[in-house]
Structure formats: C-alpha cells, structure tokens
C-alpha cells in the first residue's frame, strides 16, 4: 500500500508522493528544494536539428485521432503457428508466472492492419478499432535525454552516461545515423543542447515532425521522475507520470499526457515509437496503461460489455477536440462504476492509438528506479539491463526482452521493469527497433 500522498499542487509545479527516495543515494526519485536560479552552460547557440519553432501548445485540447479505415472490418488475427528451429528454452520467470516463449525464433510482425476491440455502428457502416505494426524500414530518428542535475542537491550521477550509452547503442545495434539523433545532456556546452523544459518539447516535436508508415522513432530519457495529481480522470491511482526537467525548480515538470499528446497522438498508423524511460514511478510515463501483460498475455478492450455504443459516441467527441462530449458520453457508465473503471473507460477511450507505440520503462509507477554503478561506471540500472539484454541476444521478441531485462536486474534491484503499448500486441513477435 501506498503511503497517504501530500496535497498535490497543479501540473505547473513538481509534487511529491510520499517524500522523495531519490533524496539518498541510489534512485532517480524526484527531487525537492527551494527553487534555484537555472543559468544555461555558455556556448553557441546552433542546434543539431535546424530551427527550433516556440513550444508546442499547452493542453488546449487533443489533436484529431485518425479515421477508421474503409470497408468492412476483418477480425484481428491470432499470431502463425509455432515457427520451426531450435527446441523451446526451458521457462523464464516474471513476476511469479513461468513463461515459455514459443519455438524457433520470433517472427518480424504483420505487415496488414489488425483490428481489435468491440464492432460499432458508424454512421454508414461498422467499424472497429485498429493499428498497424511498423517494419522500422523507414526514416530512423532518436531523441536521448540523460540529466544529472549537476550542483543542485538531487544530483545523480548515471543519466548523462545513459544517453550517450543509448546514442551509440542505436547507431550500432539499429543503424541509427548521428545527424538523425539528438542527445540533450546537463553538460553539454550549446544551450540548446541542455536538457531543459523548453528544449525537451522543442525536442520531442523535433522526433515526431514528418512522420509517415514504417519510420521508427527511438525516445529515452534518464533522470528523474515522479508523479502528479491526474486533472483529467485517466489514471487508476488518481496521479499523473511526469519527468524532470534540469531547470524544474523554476519551469516545472513535463506530465505524461502531453507527452502522449505529443509523441503518440501525432503519428501516423504503422510508425514506431519506442521509448525508454529509466526514471522513478515510470511504469506509464508515456499514459500508455490499457494493453500491456508480464505475462505476454494479450488484453483486449472490453467497451461493448463495459459501456457498449456509448464508447464510440465518446471517442467520436475526442476526434472532434471536445472533452466535454467525451465525458458527457461515458456518464452513465461513469455513475455506477469505480474509480478504477472509470480510468481504465477514459484511458482506453483516449489514449490508443493507430500507431505502433512502446513503451519500456524501468520501474512500477509505485517504484524507484536505482541510479548505480556496473562495470565501474554510473549507470541507470533500466537503460544498462536493456542494452546488455539486447548485447547478449539481438534476436529477442518483446515478450523474451522484457524477461531478459527482469533477470538482469533481479539479483540487484528490486524495481520490475515494465512494457506498454497503444495497442493489444503480440509479444511474441520480434523486437525491432
């Protein structure tokens, strides 16, 4: 059980949950303190990726989901049958469950869309929720955050190795290019290369400009995180993920769902985003919740039984922008259930998406994520145990990594690591990136 929080002030200011771990040595905990001035590194002002325009726009509403695709909706398609190869592995332990990957190697995903969820009546024909897998054969573009706030007393001392670990992983595990990455570090000597509220959004609209089908898009931050009071009802706990900027005493914190609402929303169907978030109570640091299992179960939506056209009514009214036809639409619904149910309503109402989003993330969102020390540097332990699962063995499915990266970490650490998507998934299918 979780300690009774504080009172929680408002998105524009960080909020502790339960005092701060990160406080002694050994968590990317949030930090605390009176504000301090923040003076940026002196240095030239270019910018690795082009102009930069003004910040995106605060949370005035959400973009325009995309359209259901035309024609009759097929039903989603139960992943192929046992591959052939090598004999099956003897069983992986996660979380209690004792996990058996199929045989043979894990097959690259489907290249058609996959539809999921409960059949609707549209205006002029049924429809049904959907998403593409991306092939990663396109455009490949990274965005890596490492933050040790540098003299300030929260200061950790792995996250500017973490991104620069992950810079060079990329470019020789994927095929990264450099002049297709941008790495934001405390001690970079361009200001615009300085982690700070500012240049992350600048950052992050950077990735997801001009995205199209089958790019892949590799976000990882490492530094510290916390969480927030939830204002818009999507999470079960009734607290928001948010990260930390290097200038938060002054600019506040970044919150899960603008992230979502800039890097996930945007996308088009079959582009990839994989993200890394090696950061204290991340376990849905991107506000993607609905779909993901540790035991490589696939959760499907359950609306029709839950709610059934009043689902498509509310995500019609999201499409539009309006959030007031979003609740107006699940009230029903909303008066006889849970807290717990109505988060899970609106998450699934509002946060699925047609692209091919995953998140992997290092702890809980109850859970500190450890800043140490492995082969004689500072390290976050998420960003270290996922490069060396992946080291060890390329050829992993998502289901095998997430295991991988656990058994990494278990004899060390106690935080789990978890994964999410915008989408019921296949984990056994291969992880690209």
């Known amino acids: 059980m979780h300690a009774a929080p504080p009172s929680i002030p408002s998105h524009g200011s960080p909020a502790p949950r339960g005092g701060y771990p990160g406080q002694f040595a050994g968590n990317h905990a949030p930090p605390q303190g009176p504000p301090t001035p923040y003076v940026p590194p002196p240095g030239p002002s270019s910018s690795p990726y082009g102009a930069l325009p003004g910040p995106p726009p605060g949370r005035q509403g959400p973009p325009s989901q995309y359209p259901p695709p035309p024609g009759p909706p097929r039903n989603y398609p139960p992943p192929p049958g046992p591959p052939r190869g090598y004999g099956a592995p003897p069983p992986q332990m996660s979380s209690g469950y004792a996990y058996t990957p199929p045989n043979g190697p894990p097959q690259r995903p489907p290249q058609q869309q996959q539809f999921y969820g409960p059949q609707m009546q549209g205006s002029n024909q049924m429809q049904q929720s959907f998403f593409q897998y991306s092939q990663c054969n396109g455009k490949k573009k990274a965005l890596c955050i490492g933050i040790n706030y540098i003299g300030q007393k929260e200061e950790l001392r792995g996250c500017i ?198 998140s992997w993330s290092g702890c809980k969102d109850s859970q500190t994520s450890a800043d140490t020390e492995e082969a004689g540097r500072a390290t976050g332990a998420m960003s270290y145990a996922f490069i060396k699962a992946l080291r060890e063995n390329p050829q992993q499915s998502y289901q095998q990594l997430l295991n991988s990266i656990r058994d990494n970490l278990r004899a060390k650490y106690s935080q789990k690591p978890q994964l999410s998507s915008s989408h019921p998934m296949d984990t056994n299918l291969l992880f690209i990136a």
């Open 161 to 358: 190795n973490d991104a620069n670990n992950m810079k060079r992983f990329l470019g020789t595990q994927f095929g990264y290019k450099e002049e297709d990455m941008v790495i934001l570090t405390d001690d970079a000597r361009d200001p615009r290369q300085v982690p700070t509220r500012q240049n992350i959004l600048r950052a992050m609209e950077w990735l997801v400009r001009d995205a199209h089908p089958h790019d892949s898009l590799f976000f990882h931050y490492s530094g510290h995180g916390g969480q927030t009071e939830d204002l818009d009802g999507d999470e079960e706990d009734g607290y928001d993920e948010v990260i930390y900027p290097v200038d938060f005493k002054v600019n506040g914190h970044i919150v899960d769902d603008l992230m979502h609402d800039i890097m996930v929303k945007r996308l088009p169907a079959g582009c990839r985003l994989t993200a890394i978030f090696d950061s204290c109570h991340s376990g849905t640091a991107l506000g993607m919740d609905g779909f993901y299992s540790t035991e490589g179960k696939i959760k499907e939506p359950n609306l029709a039984a839950e709610a059934g056209q009043s689902f498509m009514s509310a995500a019609t009214s999201y499409a539009r922008g309006d959030m007031g036809g979003v609740f107006s639409s699940v009230t029903g619904f909303i008066k006889t259930a849970s807290h717990g149910h109505k988060a899970e309503a609106i998450s699934r109402t509002t946060k699925t998406s047609p692209a091919d989003c995953i």
